[in-house]
T-cell receptor, first 110, second 115 residues
Protein backbone atom coordinates (compact mmCIF):
# COMPACT_ATOMS: atom_id res chain seq x y z
CA UNK A 1 0.00 0.00 0.00
CA UNK A 2 1.34 3.39 -1.03
CA UNK A 3 2.16 5.68 1.88
CA UNK A 4 3.13 9.33 1.63
CA UNK A 5 4.76 11.16 4.54
CA UNK A 6 5.47 14.86 4.91
CA UNK A 7 7.96 16.44 7.28
CA UNK A 8 7.75 18.75 9.11
CA UNK A 9 4.06 18.82 10.05
CA UNK A 10 4.28 22.52 10.82
CA UNK A 11 6.81 25.25 10.16
CA UNK A 12 7.03 28.89 11.18
CA UNK A 13 9.65 31.15 9.58
CA UNK A 14 10.36 34.87 9.31
CA UNK A 15 9.66 36.60 6.04
CA UNK A 16 12.45 36.36 3.49
CA UNK A 17 13.77 32.97 4.48
CA UNK A 18 14.32 30.17 2.00
CA UNK A 19 12.72 26.92 3.11
CA UNK A 20 12.38 23.28 2.14
CA UNK A 21 9.39 21.02 2.60
CA UNK A 22 9.86 17.28 2.40
CA UNK A 23 7.74 14.48 0.99
CA UNK A 24 8.59 10.78 1.03
CA UNK A 25 6.72 7.89 -0.54
CA UNK A 26 6.99 4.13 -0.40
CA UNK A 27 6.19 3.11 -3.99
CA UNK A 28 8.48 4.43 -6.74
CA UNK A 29 6.20 3.16 -9.53
CA UNK A 30 4.55 6.51 -10.10
CA UNK A 31 3.37 8.55 -13.06
CA UNK A 32 4.07 11.86 -11.40
CA UNK A 33 4.19 13.75 -8.13
CA UNK A 34 2.20 16.90 -7.49
CA UNK A 35 2.53 19.64 -4.92
CA UNK A 36 -0.58 21.48 -3.79
CA UNK A 37 -1.39 24.46 -1.66
CA UNK A 38 -4.47 24.64 0.56
CA UNK A 39 -5.69 27.82 2.20
CA UNK A 40 -8.04 27.55 5.20
CA UNK A 41 -11.59 26.66 4.18
CA UNK A 42 -10.59 26.25 0.55
CA UNK A 43 -9.89 23.48 -1.90
CA UNK A 44 -6.45 22.44 -3.08
CA UNK A 45 -4.60 24.35 -5.78
CA UNK A 46 -2.01 22.57 -7.90
CA UNK A 47 1.41 24.25 -7.71
CA UNK A 48 3.78 21.96 -9.56
CA UNK A 49 3.65 18.57 -11.26
CA UNK A 50 6.84 16.57 -11.77
CA UNK A 51 6.67 13.74 -14.25
CA UNK A 52 8.36 10.49 -13.26
CA UNK A 53 11.01 11.06 -15.97
CA UNK A 54 11.86 14.53 -14.65
CA UNK A 55 14.13 15.59 -11.81
CA UNK A 56 12.65 18.99 -11.07
CA UNK A 57 10.13 21.66 -11.98
CA UNK A 58 10.18 25.39 -11.33
CA UNK A 59 7.48 28.02 -11.13
CA UNK A 60 8.48 31.46 -9.93
CA UNK A 61 9.87 31.20 -6.42
CA UNK A 62 8.94 27.52 -6.18
CA UNK A 63 11.15 24.61 -7.15
CA UNK A 64 10.18 20.98 -6.72
CA UNK A 65 12.55 18.05 -7.10
CA UNK A 66 11.92 14.34 -7.44
CA UNK A 67 14.19 11.40 -6.62
CA UNK A 68 12.29 8.22 -7.40
CA UNK A 69 15.11 5.92 -6.32
CA UNK A 70 15.01 7.24 -2.78
CA UNK A 71 11.26 7.88 -2.76
CA UNK A 72 11.60 11.58 -2.01
CA UNK A 73 10.45 14.94 -3.26
CA UNK A 74 11.21 18.41 -1.93
CA UNK A 75 9.49 21.73 -2.42
CA UNK A 76 11.83 24.70 -2.16
CA UNK A 77 10.33 28.13 -1.55
CA UNK A 78 12.66 31.04 -2.09
CA UNK A 79 12.35 34.38 -0.30
CA UNK A 80 9.21 33.41 1.60
CA UNK A 81 6.39 35.94 2.01
CA UNK A 82 3.43 36.14 4.42
CA UNK A 83 1.17 35.29 1.46
CA UNK A 84 2.88 31.90 1.27
CA UNK A 85 1.26 30.93 4.58
CA UNK A 86 -0.88 27.86 3.88
CA UNK A 87 -0.81 24.07 4.10
CA UNK A 88 1.30 22.36 1.46
CA UNK A 89 0.49 18.81 0.39
CA UNK A 90 2.23 16.40 -1.92
CA UNK A 91 0.41 13.68 -3.83
CA UNK A 92 1.89 10.64 -5.49
CA UNK A 93 0.14 9.12 -8.50
CA UNK A 94 0.49 5.46 -9.18
CA UNK A 95 -2.07 3.22 -10.87
CA UNK A 96 -4.02 6.35 -11.84
CA UNK A 97 -5.03 7.43 -8.34
CA UNK A 98 -3.44 10.13 -6.19
CA UNK A 99 -2.43 9.40 -2.60
CA UNK A 100 -1.82 12.43 -0.40
CA UNK A 101 0.54 13.16 2.43
CA UNK A 102 -0.75 14.78 5.61
CA UNK A 103 0.69 18.16 4.71
CA UNK A 104 3.01 20.79 6.13
CA UNK A 105 1.35 23.82 7.71
CA UNK A 106 3.52 26.84 6.89
CA UNK A 107 3.35 30.21 8.59
CA UNK A 108 5.52 33.05 7.31
CA UNK A 109 5.83 35.87 9.81
CA UNK A 110 5.96 39.48 8.64
CA UNK B 1 -13.69 26.82 -17.66
CA UNK B 2 -15.38 27.34 -14.28
CA UNK B 3 -13.35 24.59 -12.66
CA UNK B 4 -14.72 21.72 -10.59
CA UNK B 5 -18.05 22.73 -9.08
CA UNK B 6 -19.37 21.20 -5.88
CA UNK B 7 -22.66 21.71 -4.11
CA UNK B 8 -23.72 22.44 -1.49
CA UNK B 9 -20.82 24.30 0.16
CA UNK B 10 -22.13 23.51 3.60
CA UNK B 11 -24.52 20.83 4.80
CA UNK B 12 -25.81 20.40 8.32
CA UNK B 13 -28.01 17.40 8.98
CA UNK B 14 -29.19 15.19 11.78
CA UNK B 15 -27.96 11.69 12.38
CA UNK B 16 -29.89 9.17 10.33
CA UNK B 17 -30.74 11.51 7.49
CA UNK B 18 -29.70 10.96 3.88
CA UNK B 19 -27.07 13.32 2.50
CA UNK B 20 -26.27 13.83 -1.18
CA UNK B 21 -23.19 15.72 -2.34
CA UNK B 22 -22.85 16.83 -5.95
CA UNK B 23 -19.97 17.45 -8.30
CA UNK B 24 -19.52 18.76 -11.83
CA UNK B 25 -16.03 17.99 -13.18
CA UNK B 26 -14.10 20.04 -15.69
CA UNK B 27 -15.24 19.33 -19.22
CA UNK B 28 -12.95 16.88 -20.99
CA UNK B 29 -11.61 15.31 -17.81
CA UNK B 30 -12.03 11.54 -17.88
CA UNK B 31 -11.19 10.90 -14.23
CA UNK B 32 -13.24 11.97 -11.24
CA UNK B 33 -12.18 11.48 -7.63
CA UNK B 34 -14.02 11.82 -4.32
CA UNK B 35 -11.89 12.61 -1.25
CA UNK B 36 -12.71 13.15 2.41
CA UNK B 37 -10.59 15.41 4.61
CA UNK B 38 -10.48 15.34 8.42
CA UNK B 39 -7.95 16.60 10.93
CA UNK B 40 -7.30 13.10 12.18
CA UNK B 41 -6.93 11.22 8.89
CA UNK B 42 -5.99 13.93 6.38
CA UNK B 43 -7.13 13.58 2.77
CA UNK B 44 -8.47 10.11 2.01
CA UNK B 45 -9.46 8.83 -1.41
CA UNK B 46 -12.95 7.34 -1.27
CA UNK B 47 -13.60 6.35 -4.87
CA UNK B 48 -12.61 7.28 -8.38
CA UNK B 49 -14.24 6.97 -11.81
CA UNK B 50 -12.81 6.69 -15.29
CA UNK B 51 -15.15 7.50 -18.18
CA UNK B 52 -18.10 7.38 -15.74
CA UNK B 53 -17.22 3.86 -14.53
CA UNK B 54 -16.22 3.30 -10.88
CA UNK B 55 -12.70 1.87 -10.91
CA UNK B 56 -11.65 1.71 -7.26
CA UNK B 57 -14.04 2.10 -4.34
CA UNK B 58 -11.77 0.50 -1.76
CA UNK B 59 -11.70 3.74 0.22
CA UNK B 60 -15.46 3.89 0.74
CA UNK B 61 -15.74 3.39 4.48
CA UNK B 62 -19.03 1.49 4.70
CA UNK B 63 -22.08 0.40 2.78
CA UNK B 64 -23.73 3.59 3.95
CA UNK B 65 -21.64 5.41 1.34
CA UNK B 66 -22.41 5.17 -2.37
CA UNK B 67 -21.30 7.13 -5.41
CA UNK B 68 -22.60 7.40 -8.94
CA UNK B 69 -21.58 9.08 -12.16
CA UNK B 70 -24.54 8.92 -14.56
CA UNK B 71 -22.79 11.02 -17.20
CA UNK B 72 -19.49 12.78 -17.89
CA UNK B 73 -20.60 16.04 -16.29
CA UNK B 74 -22.16 14.93 -13.01
CA UNK B 75 -21.39 12.77 -10.00
CA UNK B 76 -23.00 12.25 -6.59
CA UNK B 77 -21.78 10.93 -3.27
CA UNK B 78 -24.58 9.73 -1.02
CA UNK B 79 -24.49 8.84 2.66
CA UNK B 80 -27.50 6.99 4.01
CA UNK B 81 -27.98 6.97 6.96
CA UNK B 82 -25.54 9.65 8.07
CA UNK B 83 -23.66 9.48 11.38
CA UNK B 84 -21.74 12.13 13.38
CA UNK B 85 -18.42 10.49 12.47
CA UNK B 86 -19.14 11.29 8.82
CA UNK B 87 -18.59 14.97 9.59
CA UNK B 88 -15.75 16.13 7.35
CA UNK B 89 -14.99 18.16 4.25
CA UNK B 90 -15.70 16.20 1.09
CA UNK B 91 -13.79 17.16 -2.05
CA UNK B 92 -14.36 16.27 -5.65
CA UNK B 93 -11.45 16.45 -8.10
CA UNK B 94 -11.01 15.76 -11.79
CA UNK B 95 -8.17 15.14 -14.20
CA UNK B 96 -7.45 14.04 -17.75
CA UNK B 97 -5.48 11.21 -16.17
CA UNK B 98 -2.19 10.61 -14.35
CA UNK B 99 -0.87 8.71 -17.37
CA UNK B 100 -1.08 11.98 -19.33
CA UNK B 101 0.57 13.89 -16.49
CA UNK B 102 -2.54 15.99 -16.21
CA UNK B 103 -2.81 17.99 -12.98
CA UNK B 104 -5.54 17.18 -10.48
CA UNK B 105 -8.09 19.97 -10.10
CA UNK B 106 -10.16 20.29 -6.94
CA UNK B 107 -13.53 21.81 -6.15
CA UNK B 108 -13.97 23.99 -3.08
CA UNK B 109 -15.45 21.13 -1.10
CA UNK B 110 -18.62 20.45 0.89
CA UNK B 111 -18.34 20.85 4.64
CA UNK B 112 -20.65 18.25 6.17
CA UNK B 113 -21.76 18.41 9.78
CA UNK B 114 -23.87 15.58 11.17
CA UNK B 115 -25.38 16.28 14.58
Amino acid sequence: KQEVTQIPAALSVPEGENLVLNCSFTDSAIYNLQWFRQDPGKGLTSLLLIQSSQREQTSGRLNASLDKSSGRSTLYIAASQPGDSATYLCANSGTYKYIFGTGTRLKVLA
Amino acid sequence: DAGVIQSPRHEVTEMGQEVTLRCKPISGHDYLFWYRQTMMRGLELLIYFNNNVPIDDSGMPEDRFSAKMPNASFSTLKIQPSEPRDSAVYFCASSRGAEYNSPLHFGNGTRLTVT
